[in-house]
């Protein structure tokens, strides 16, 4: 740290940034500031001045709020709090939540313009829910302190801050999330509301409860079982209560319909060798099933076995469906090095769904897929700035991006989730 970190700025913000934070100079100097909005004045300190591109800095007050400010949807996140006591998770819960999508909007555009050169009129859609962005998280993990107290960390940190409430989880989630009890020597606590059955309240590795009932305590008794169903539309998805799956309440949905459309029917071969890639326990691969018919052939591939043995399970009505456990890079690469010349044409035809980690598929998967010249590819992205790097990627090899959508997945946080059509450039 040098001489500028601890030190208070008065500065204006002017643009937003990725990651949750807003944008201001001081003396030239670029500074990411938390807590702020653009179009406001704020007394700020520094947090990290050892860049020599930017600083970093923490919003302590406003001088000059936004139109778009309100009072922060969660009180523990407060700007009244000091900033090392403001739980994190809700970075964007001061801000009118429509603006909040318009952010999002200008953090997805920005970089698909910087990165891939694409200029694009996305908008960010709302799903069901409160209009103030509450009540949508299935899943919140706790984190124990030294002392055995439950709560999120605080923002951009790993310090437990002890909570009241958590305004994000649905109804049944907040009724039994154990906020006022003690877990000495537990690492952190999952509370889990699936849509069919009982919510779970796992600590650690083991499960404590199946707590039904609004305001029952955990009682350390271990249930039967950890498998739990997840239902979208008319169709049941098993999975492990601690295995991923989309935290709002009306995700699953939404995505599903979002690649369902995404898809050009025009280009989709139900026989061919089509693959969705970080599968999961299905969701997607079902989605093409249920669009495309019984006669769909799909290879799913995820690193998780337990997760793979859920989605061989969840689209068994598919002949032509199988699940494989694998590193989808590995996955890849051999599938190039080995693929006959008859397997090589069946790739052609396909068409691949690719739902990476916030970290994106990155070069060396790209660079694969796009050696199996692939008719399309439906790329759902939770991170702008790792679709935008990965859309330039794919465009040095040939692909165009024809179709994007954008949802708000995540109420009251930065997080934005994308669903991207790319096509070779020579059939565009």
Same mark, same amino acid.
């Given at each position: 740290?040098?001489?500028?970190?601890?030190? &208070?700025?008065?500065?204006?913000?002017?643009?937003?940034?990725?990651?949750?934070?807003?944008?201001?100079?001081?003396?030239?100097?670029?500074?990411?500031?938390?807590?702020?909005?653009?179009?406001?004045?704020?007394?700020?300190?520094?947090?990290?001045?050892?860049?020599?591109?930017?600083?970093?800095?923490?919003?302590?007050?406003?001088?000059?709020?936004?139109?778009?400010?309100?009072?922060?949807?969660?009180?523990?996140?407060?700007?009244?709090?000091?900033?090392?006591?403001?739980?994190?998770?809700?970075?964007?819960?001061?801000?009118?939540?429509?603006?909040?999508?318009?952010?999002?909007? &200008?953090?997805?555009?920005?970089?698909?313009?910087?990165?891939?050169?694409?200029?694009?009129?996305?908008?960010?859609?709302?799903?069901?829910?409160?209009?103030?962005?509450?009540?949508?998280?299935?899943?919140?993990?706790?984190?124990? %302190?030294?002392?055995?107290?439950?709560?999120?960390?605080?923002?951009?940190?790993?310090?437990?801050?002890?909570?009241?409430?958590?305004?994000?989880?649905?109804?049944?989630?907040?009724?039994?999330?154990?906020?006022?009890?003690?877990?000495?020597?537990?690492?952190?606590?999952?509370?889990?509301?699936?849509?069919?059955?009982?919510?779970?309240?796992?600590?650690?590795?083991?499960?404590?409860?199946?707590?039904?009932? &609004?305001?029952?305590? %955990?009682?350390? &008794?271990?249930?039967?079982?950890?498998?739990?169903?997840?239902?979208?539309?008319?169709?049941?998805?098993?999975?492990?209560?601690?295995?991923?799956?989309?935290?709002?309440?009306?995700?699953?949905?939404?995505?599903?319909?979002?690649?369902?459309?995404?898809?050009?029917?025009?280009?989709?071969?139900?026989?061919?060798?089509?693959?969705?890639?970080?599968?999961?326990?299905?969701?997607?691969?079902?989605?093409?099933?249920?669009?495309?018919?019984?006669?769909?052939?799909?290879?799913?591939?995820?690193?998780?076995?337990? %997760?793979?043995?859920?989605?061989?399970?969840?689209?068994?009505?598919?002949?032509?469906?199988?699940?494989?456990?694998?590193?989808?890079?590995?996955?890849?690469?051999?599938?190039?090095?080995?693929?006959?010349?008859?397997?090589?044409?069946?790739?052609?035809?396909?068409?691949?769904?690719?739902?990476?980690?916030?970290?994106?598929?990155?070069?060396?998967?790209?660079?694969?897929?796009?050696?199996?010249?692939?008719?399309?590819?439906?790329?759902?992205?939770?991170?702008?700035?790792?679709?935008?790097?990965?859309?330039?990627?794919?465009?040095?090899?040939?692909?165009?991006?024809?179709?994007?959508?954008?949802?708000?997945?995540?109420?009251?946080?930065?997080?934005?989730?994308?669903? %991207?059509?790319?096509?070779?450039?020579?059939?565009?």
């Amino acid at each position: 740290m040098g001489e500028w970190s601890g030190r &208070q700025v008065e500065i204006e913000v002017t643009n937003v940034a990725h990651g949750g934070v807003a944008v201001a100079r001081h003396e030239g100097r670029v500074i990411f500031v938390s807590d702020a909005i653009p179009g406001e004045t704020v007394l700020a300190r520094i947090t990290d001045d050892s860049k020599e591109s930017f600083w970093r800095a923490e919003t302590l007050s406003v001088v000059e709020a936004s139109e778009f400010r309100r009072p922060h949807i969660w009180p523990a996140a407060g700007i009244d709090r000091a900033p090392e006591d403001r739980a994190g998770g809700a970075e964007f819960g001061h801000i009118v939540t429509a603006h909040q999508r318009e952010l999002k909007r &200008q953090v997805l555009a920005d970089s698909l313009q910087r990165m891939a050169g694409i200029q694009t009129d996305v908008t960010v859609d709302a799903l069901p829910g409160a209009e103030d962005g509450t009540g949508w998280r299935t899943r919140v993990r706790l984190h124990v %302190a030294a002392d055995g107290r439950p709560g999120p960390y605080a923002a951009r940190s790993h310090r437990v801050i002890s909570v009241d409430d958590l305004p994000l989880a649905v109804p049944e989630l907040a009724a039994i999330a154990p906020l006022e009890e003690r877990f000495p020597g537990i690492d952190h606590i999952d509370v889990v509301v699936p849509s069919l059955g009982n919510p779970f309240v796992l600590t650690s590795g083991a499960q404590r409860t199946d707590a039904r009932k &609004q305001g029952r305590k %955990a009682t350390g &008794q271990r249930p039967k079982a950890q498998r739990i169903l997840e239902r979208v539309g008319d169709r049941d998805f098993r999975l492990d209560a601690r295995g991923f799956w989309q935290v709002h309440r009306h995700a699953a949905q939404t995505l599903t319909t979002a690649v369902q459309e995404a898809v050009d029917a025009n280009r989709f071969d139900p026989r061919a060798a089509n693959l969705d890639l970080y599968g999961g326990v299905g969701l997607l691969a079902a989605a093409l099933g249920d669009r495309f018919g019984s006669a769909l052939r799909i290879t799913t591939v995820e690193s998780d076995p337990l %997760a793979t043995d859920h989605a061989a399970e969840n689209l068994s009505e598919w002949v032509g469906a199988a699940a494989i456990t694998a590193r989808v890079e590995n996955y890849v690469t051999q599938l190039g090095a080995t693929a006959s010349s008859a397997e090589r044409d069946r790739l052609a035809r396909g068409s691949i769904v690719l739902d990476p980690p916030r970290s994106g598929a990155g070069k060396a998967v790209v660079r694969e897929i796009a050696a199996l010249r692939p008719a399309q590819v439906v790329y759902v992205a939770c991170d702008p700035v790792a679709l935008a790097r990965d859309v330039a990627l794919f465009g040095g090899f040939g692909y165009e991006l024809t179709r994007l959508r954008a949802f708000d997945l995540f109420p009251n946080t930065h997080h934005v989730e994308a669903v %991207a059509t790319l096509v070779p450039a020579e059939v565009f």
